[in-house]
């Protein structure tokens, strides 16, 4: 393998899609998802790739394809949970929906792959949110797991200094499903020239990969 290999989650669509696209063109890419037959139809699609198809959220599986990388320059967590409404009318378990997947299973991810990136002295780049900066009424669940994968960031970023980079990476609205749903529950119409392409966030991440190695992009907030 001579490309740099960079692991993306979520990126049979979306930004985690239009990421995958970006790091295409220079590295060989695992695409990150659940959904096997969307997986391989990514693999497919680009110059050097290849499947982890996993579930985030099951810790033994997800080491089992850990196991299997031999070698890791860039992690991006892509992959996420959104979650709307009041406080009042939340569920504990849709709180821990959203925990699960929005910060428990990328600080697993982390965990497992981390000698792999320490090796390559590599880049974890935690797509994030605006939401992971500041709320509004009805973002209580999902802007909660946001400030905490900010926390998370921040700290693995004191913890590894010198060794991996580690970036945060705050879209504003992006023209994704989660908008849609969004734009729904608002009784508003969805436009999605009203928000960011997911070519821009992924164009972010380029800037972030790119920088020399005695650089890092702590955090890039995009609106």
């Not at 220079?26 to 290849?50: F, M, W």
């Not at 939401?131 to 946001?146: D, E, R």
Request: glycine share 8%.
């Amino acid at each position: 393998m001579t490309r740099p290999v960079a692991l993306v989650t979520g990126a049979s669509r979306g930004i985690g899609l239009a990421i995958a696209r970006e790091l295409g063109s220079t590295h060989h890419v695992l695409v990150g998802g659940r959904d096997a037959t969307a997986v391989h139809e990514v693999v497919d699609a680009l110059p050097s790739a290849a499947p982890f198809v996993a579930d985030l959220t099951d810790e033994a599986a997800l080491t089992a394809c850990c196991a299997e990388i031999d070698r890791l320059d860039v992690l991006v967590h892509s992959a996420g949970q959104v979650a709307f409404g009041p406080l009042a009318e939340s569920s504990t378990a849709q709180w821990r929906a959203v925990l699960e997947l929005n910060v428990i299973a990328p600080t697993t991810l982390t965990r497992l792959l981390l000698p792999g990136l320490r090796a390559s002295r590599g880049l974890v780049i935690f797509v994030n949110s605006g939401a992971g900066l500041q709320t509004w009424a009805g973002f209580s669940a999902y802007s909660a797991s946001k400030y905490a994968l900010t926390a998370l960031a921040d700290a693995l970023r004191a913890e590894e200094r010198g060794t991996v980079r580690v970036t945060s990476l705050h879209p504003g609205r992006v023209a994704t499903d989660m908008q849609v749903e969004l734009s729904a529950l608002q009784g508003r119409p969805y436009r999605a020239a009203d928000y960011l392409d997911p070519a821009e966030v992924a164009r972010a991440v380029r800037l972030a990969v790119e920088l020399a190695p005695g650089a890092s992009a702590e955090s890039i907030r995009l609106s």
